[in-house]
């Protein structure tokens, strides 16, 4: 068989997704710069309520970034020193980080290691066994997260909340118009807990020019907090009833994801398609691809695929073959949020959460932006194929 001709291939190509839009997206740019009009306003108030509608929740609220939007959703849950929230040790860092930032304790719970996602049985045991571990730790909150574009198992997760009465924050900051299919329906991700958070990173299906986020809320009543919240606790201008930050949205941000939000589900549904193709590419070799749970159930986005991540074994040789050949591929994540060395004084040790030490030690994410075409894709697969051969 001749060799391929080699190619590049990058993880992301975000010039591709902008250059049909561009002339969109200078439009809304001149207006907020032709009304100089750049701290929250008509394009954040405009942009919060399609996301609302898109999302099926009451209201949502504009913010700096996916960090923030899990800051002071626990902020306005009124978590702080002396409480405990669980949560998933395979995550980007915001997930414990924000939980500390306000003096409270991460307690993780091990992961399924077919979705990634916090598994309810490991979250009901580690609640159960918090008292001991921490003494003197209440806790108050449970926060999944809906890795890599699919919903966690909801239903589950807040039967667990709910037999212990905690505070539900979703982690949607990679998965937002993912559905899950419970028993009341088919929901969006940030829609079933108490609040939802999404990151508008650039990275992310739906990504803004540098940093944005959101928090959804069912409940007026915390939706008004939270509004308070993100602007120094303000109310109004110049009164001060709580201690909150700088947690606004730029308008220019909210004006351009307004203009993207109106091709998200073409997104959605050109990584679907990708992500088919590599489950084809890839059948019956040593690359073990991502389970899409909810794939024959009534959710059309049952999976958004913010990444495509693989298992193979050698993974780190394998991701410096791919490279050497061209094809961009990340690790996400390559050490779980208890073997970090700022967490060391939580107590956690190797070998407690085996499932997502596990897959820190396997997954690779290949590239699956709704640009590849089916010759790229080809390629990364028969790349992937001879280096885990090798």
Known sequence: MAEAKKMTVPLLDLRAQYLPLREEIRAVMDEVCDAQAFILGPKVTAFEAHVAAYCGVRETIGVSSGTDALLVALMALGIGPGDGVVTSPFS?????GSIVRLGAVPIFADIDPVTYNLDPEQAHRAIKAASSRFPGIKVKALMPVHLFGQAADMDALMSVAEAFGLRVIEDACQSIGAEYPGQAGVWKT??????????FFPSK???CFGDGGMVSVQDAALGSRIREL???GMEPKYYHRHIGGNFRIDALQAAILDIKLRYLEDWHAGRRTNAARYD????GTAVQTPAAMYRDSKAKNFHIYNQYVVRVPQRDRVR????AAGVGCEVYYPVPLHQQECFQDLGYKTGD???SEKAAAEVLALPVYPE??????????EQLIQAVGI
């Open 205 to 207: 299906n739906l990504g």
């Open 320 to 323: 410096q073959a791919l490279t």
């Open 372 to 381: 590849l075409t089916e010759a790229m894709q080809v390629y990364v697969a």
């Open 280 to 283: 084809q590419l890839l059948a």
């Open 353 to 355: 959460f085996p499932e």
């Open 190 to 199: 940030g829609a079933i807990g108490d609040a939802g958070c999404y990151s």
């Open 230 to 232: 993100r602007n120094h």
């Open 92 to 96: 980007f860092f915001a997930t414990a």
